[in-house]
């Protein structure tokens, strides 16, 4: 079942003395984070009042924030988004919700693990597969991804030899 929020970022510093906090993003780009006019933190939503990238993260004023100690407290902390406030494109997906999935070979249907990780290098993200003693790295490209089904709970995907390596 797919969480109504998905974690979109932390919390690391205050930024000045007016209130605003350093956020990490944890999503596709700081400009996607900027969009929201709402996040939420435990679960409660929390107003965003400005946000703005700055040098690969956002620097955001919320809600009831009004000067660095405020901000201090909130250092650590995780942001999230409601999922249903966004559209994906066609054959995009939420990172959390491949997490977990079971990953077969497109030709055999042969189960090989699950999804245990996903490294995010710049060119395409990796998904670390470990089932059967075994860890595969596969890219996500369109030569080695089949077909990913999040509802039907699956990954096809096409190795090639030496893809699989002993855990």
């Known amino acids: 079942m797919k969480n109504k929020f998905l974690e ?4 690391v510093n205050t930024h000045g003395i007016q209130g605003e906090v ?17 996040l939420y933190m435990d679960g409660v939503p929390i107003k965003v009042l400005a946000a703005r990238p700055h040098k690969g993260n956002v620097l955001a004023r919320l809600e009831g924030v009004t000067d660095v100690n405020a901000a201090m ?10 999922r249903t406030g966004v ?11 491949l997490m977990g999935l079971e990953v077969r070979d497109a030709d055999t ?16 993200e990796v998904y670390v ?12 490209v369109d ?21 699989g390596s002993d855990v």
């Open 129 to 140: 597969v470990r089932g059967g003693g075994k860890e595969y790295l596969i890219p996500a």
């Open 22 to 38: 350093k956020i990490v993003p944890w999503c596709d780009s700081p400009e996607f984070l900027c969009s929201f006019s709402t």
């Open 73 to 82: 407290r909130l250092k650590g902390k995780i942001l999230s988004i409601d």
């Open 109 to 124: 249907g042969a189960v090989l693990g699950a999804v245990h990780d996903i490294l995010t290098p710049p060119a395409h």
């Open 143 to 163: 030569e080695f991804i089949r077909e990913i089904d999040v509802d039907g709970g699956f990954i096809r995907v096409r190795l090639i030899e030496g893809m």
């Open 87 to 97: 559209e994906l494109p066609d054959g995009r997906h939420f990172l959390a919700d």
């Open 8 to 11: 979109a970022g932390q919390i």
